[in-house]
Antibody, heavy 123, light 111 residues
Framework: QVQLQESGPGLVKPSQTLSLTCTVS??????????WSWIRQHPGKGLEWIGY???????YYNPSLKSRVTISVDTSKNQFSLKLSSVTAADTAVYYC???????????????WGQGTLVTVSS | QSALTQPRSVSGSPGQSVTISCTGT?????????VSWYQQHPGKAPKLMIY???KRPSGVPDRFSGSKSGNTASLTISGLQAEDEADYYC???????????FGGGTKLTVL
């Protein structure tokens, strides 16, 4: 069974870039039929889709975050990463990486999630 | 796309059944059988409870069931137990060349 694990700094200063990595084990990120995503959850709030990537490198970003988000994949390390630039306190959240299936219709809800990592934006 | 609509809270006593609704549109919930439900306990990651409207992953008790009628999906929990108290989120396919869409979440209280 595939497992996902987020890693990265838990504290980021305002205006800087938040960088997180998701390491995948128990399966290859290069296997077709899946997308690899980042989802966040503000304290006490619901789930917010950030974006996703295919192993080929094709991406989709939440329009509300698109100008600040970059998701990339490193198949040699079986990892994918998130960069969110120009962060503010409003970006303080638990960040999850997740895997879902890609069908002929498009992407469907993710099945496999990482445990999440809290990132606080503060000086 | 807009978020799916869930009740903010539901409650039930141990042993009872509760149903949580998730309302979307014909472009998401109503259009395809790709609705999932997640359970989230405080400080934990979401756990998949139902996928493809009514399928249960291995290890999920059969007390949890899913269904769909028109643009509304439902999660029913029968024989409520104290450990079922959690937040529940629905999530649906939302069209080609876009992401999925989440519901706002429902807090289940076991009285």
């Amino acid at each position: 069974q595939v497992q996902l694990q987020e890693s990265g700094p838990g504290l980021v200063k305002p205006s800087q870039t938040l960088s997180l990595t998701c390491t995948v084990s128990g399966g290859s990120i290069s296997s077709g039929g899946y997308y690899w995503s980042w989802i966040r959850q503000h304290p006490g709030k619901g789930l917010e889709w950030i974006g996703y990537i295919y192993y080929s490198g094709s991406t989709y970003y939440n329009p509300s975050l698109k100008s600040r988000v970059t998701i990339s994949v490193d198949t040699s390390k079986n990892q994918f990463s998130l960069k969110l630039s120009s962060v503010t306190a409003a970006d303080t959240a638990v960040y999850y990486c997740a895997r879902g299936a890609s069908t002929i219709f498009g992407v469907v809800p993710p099945k496999d999630w990482g445990q999440g990592t809290l990132v606080t934006v503060s000086s | 796309q807009s978020a799916l609509t869930q009740p903010r809270s539901v409650s039930g006593s141990p042993g009872q059944s509760v149903t949580i609704s998730c309302t979307g549109t014909s472009s998401d919930v109503g259009g395809y059988n790709y609705v999932s439900w997640y359970q989230q306990h405080p400080g934990k990651a979401p756990k998949l409870m139902i996928y493809d409207v009514s399928k249960r992953p291995s290890g999920v008790p059969d007390r949890f069931s899913g269904s769909k009628s028109g643009n509304t999906a439902s999660l029913t929990i029968s024989g409520l137990q104290a450990e079922d108290e959690a937040d529940y989120y629905c999530c649906s396919y939302a069209g080609s060349y876009t992401s999925v869409v989440f519901g706002g979440g429902t807090k289940l209280t076991v009285l």
